[in-house]
């Protein structure tokens, strides 16, 4: 119990200097300053294997699945780059959610912050009942198993739906508004605002957090099934979660400008959740050593990445030139 308190005070402490300190006065994020704070995340999310790694040779973090440290450590890396390779397809749906209620990108962070701590709840509540769930009835790992493959199936053959997505058409907006009075005005980082009539009334900043909020639970319905396909331990699922949702920030204001470069990287997405599906399926027969999961999944990131790149720069090298126009 001492390790989750000590866990959650750090996570605390990090998003008070992230507010406090670090963002206190809002400002636009360049993708030099986002690329700094990826890398600064993704190397503490490596170093905090070596505390996991630490911990599992300890007495004082239970260990309910008899996980050696090296399995412990590597399991969490595995869950750690699933739940970042995920969050990315996120990142695509943050970005049009902004750029349809056209928020001001040195607000941006802050509705994002706020937005992480919504994520860090419901992520919290869906671990613990899925884990609860898939210890308590085992079949319920090839439903997970199963769930998985569709959504690959889903993401496969319906992008041009997801493309279409139009947040003002949205169930969710249409809710919001029955709630509360949406206005299209802006107050700097303000949620709601005064009317004219004297009525409180929603800010765009408001309901793209809202919509941010509803969209990670229904990624993290995704998410979570892939992360327990590779351990049902509650505190490596958990940390590894934590960790990829706090770099999910720094990720998109560095993504943000080159989204399109990084366009067939949902491919690779794909094909680690039809992976992890087919795993949970198997896992009765087939015991796949964690280096070979692990690896796999390095090389579906690093494949999609290359071939977006080598895409984007053959599109790019194919356009007309201003001379030829």
Same mark, same amino acid.
């Given at each position: 119990?001492?390790?989750?308190? #000590? =866990? ?23 993708? +030099? ?6 890398? #600064?995340?993704?190397?503490?999310? =490596? ?14 973090? *239970?260990? /309910? ?20 390779? %995920?969050?990315?397809?996120?990142? &695509? ?5 902004? $750029?349809?209620?056209?928020? /001001? ?40 198993? $199963?769930?998985?493959?569709?959504? $690959? *199936? ?5 992008? !041009? ?16 508004? +029955? ?8 107050? !700097? ?10 009525? !409180? *009334? ?6 793209? #957090? ?8 229904? &990624? ?7 992360? %327990?396909?590779?351990?049902?331990? /509650? ?7 934590? =960790?990829?949702? %706090? ?5 998109? =204001? ?18 680690? %959740?039809?992976?992890?599906?087919? +795993? ?33 720069? !053959?599109?790019?090298? *194919? ?7």
């Amino acid at each position: 119990m001492t390790v989750w308190i #000590l =866990f959650f005070a750090l996570v605390v402490g990090i998003l008070a200097l992230d507010l406090g300190v670090f963002n206190k006065t809002p400002h636009i994020i360049s993708s +030099k300053e986002a690329g700094k704070w990826t890398a #600064l995340w993704v190397t503490l999310s =490596f170093l905090f294997s070596g505390v996991i790694y630490w911990l599992y040779g300890t007495v004082y973090l *239970a260990n /309910p699945t008899q996980l050696s440290q090296s399995t412990a450590a590597m399991k969490f890396i595995t869950g750690y780059l699933i739940e970042l390779s %995920l969050s990315i397809d996120n990142i &695509f749906v943050i970005a049009v959610i902004f $750029a349809s209620f056209r928020i /001001p990108q040195k607000y941006q962070h802050r509705v994002l912050f706020w937005g992480i701590l919504g994520a860090i709840v419901f992520r919290g509540l869906m671990i613990g009942f899925g884990v609860a769930i898939i210890n308590k009835f085992t079949w319920t790992t090839y439903v997970f198993g $199963a769930f998985l493959i569709f959504t $690959a *199936a889903k993401m496969l053959f319906s992008k !041009k739906d997801d493309e279409a997505f139009d947040p003002k058409h949205s169930t969710i907006y249409k809710v919001i508004g +029955k709630i509360i009075p949406i206005t299209s005005e802006h107050d !700097k980082e303000k949620f709601f605002v005064r009317t004219h009539q004297g009525k !409180k *009334a929603a800010t765009p900043l408001f309901v793209a #957090l809202m919509l941010i909020e509803v969209m990670d639970v229904l &990624f993290a319905v995704d998410s979570v099934p892939a992360i %327990l396909s590779i351990t049902s331990d /509650p505190f490596i699922v958990f940390s590894s979660n934590i =960790f990829a949702i %706090l770099g999910l920030r720094s990720m998109y =204001f560095f993504l943000a400008n080159m989204l399109e470069k990084f366009s067939h990287l949902e491919y690779s997405l794909i094909i680690i %959740l039809t992976f992890v599906g087919v +795993k949970m399926l198997a896992h009765d027969y087939v015991k796949l050593p964690e280096w070979a999961s692990l690896l796999f999944i390095v090389v579906c990131l690093v494949g999609g990445v290359v071939f977006s790149l080598y895409s984007a720069s !053959k599109a790019e090298a *194919a356009k007309p030139s201003r001379d030829e126009e």
